[in-house]
Every structure is written in C-alpha cells, then in structure tokens.
C-alpha cells in the first residue's frame, strides 16, 4: 500500500546533524509528580504523555540538539532537561522547513493543555512549549501532523523510535 505523501518520513539522528528546524519531542511520565523545574519552582505534572516544542538553530542542528535532550548526566540548562529526568522519551517529530518554534506552540495551544510558562520564558507570543497529551497521544500527534501539513511549505520527519535511547553526550572539541 502507497503511503500516503502527508505521512511524515522517517529519519535517524545521525541524517539530522546539522540540519536547523522545529521539533516536537514526546514524553512520558509514568506517574503524577511534582518537579522543581529551573525558575519556575516547583510545577506539578499529571501523569501520560507531554509535548515539548523546540527549535535548534546552532551548528549542530537538530540531530545534536535531540541527542542532548536524550544524554545523562548532563547540566541543567533548559526547564525540559528537569523534566527529561523523570520521563521517558517516546517519539520525536522535526520540522525542516515551513514553521517556527513561537508558531507551533501558539498553534498547539489552541487544542493542547499547556504547562503555562514551561520553556517560554524567551517567546512572547506563547504561553508554553510544553503540553499535555494525556492518554491520548497518538491522536495528539495526528493532530500535530495535519497542523503541520497545512503550512505551506512545512516538512515533517519522524526519528525513529528505537533511537530515543540515552545516549552519552557528545564531546565537543575546546
């Protein structure tokens, strides 16, 4: 059976290093919990599954960027990575083109539940990067990919799953 043109690719880490774009990254908490995260203090999460949307722009582009959100030990630096401790990455969806980080998050709030100021603190435009799926994430993600595929010019890729192990994080030359 033809896959149908809107099904977003799949890609691996490696095929994405270097490469600038937006991505959704799929967690999931096990269990309620309360997590001090950053200088938002302490913010309590029900638990299912959560999107975060983020951006990579730097040189080593969204491969780097996700094998990030995926290393241990690793320093603190963004409010996902105090959540990232607790859960348990599932999927991961790229934008290479078409859509901006501020955009897709403002465009999720209008069907998502936010996690109000998680990882907003630098986007005027959205209230959050994070939202909550619920049980629900399978359809949430469909949802993300037909929002997606009605941007002109957007195109979306998968990493496939089994390569959203930790991962040790990558050493950078001095």
Wanted: aromatic share 6%.
């Amino acid at each position: 059976m033809p896959k149908d043109s809107r099904d977003p690719q799949t890609v691996s880490l490696d095929e994405l290093s270097g490469r600038k774009g937006t991505y959704v990254l799929v967690l999931q908490l096990a269990a309620a919990c309360k997590i001090v995260v950053g200088g938002l203090g302490a913010v309590s999460f029900n638990g299912g599954h959560y999107a975060y949307v983020g951006s990579a722009r730097g040189p080593g582009g969204l491969g780097a960027r996700l094998t990030r959100h995926l290393s241990r030990p690793k320093k603190k630096r963004w409010h996902i990575d105090f959540l990232l401790e607790r859960s348990t990455p599932r999927e991961a969806m790229v934008f290479l083109s078409g859509v901006r980080e501020p955009f897709l998050a403002a465009s999720l709030e209008s069907f998502l539940q936010p996690v109000r100021g998680f990882g907003a603190s630098d986007d005027p435009v959205s209230q959050s990067h994070l939202f909550y799926l619920g049980d629900e994430s399978i359809e949430a993600m469909r949802r993300i990919v037909e929002l997606a595929s009605a941007m002109p010019g957007c195109r979306v890729a998968t990493v496939k799953v089994q390569n959203l192990v930790r991962r040790q994080p990558v050493k950078r030359p001095a």
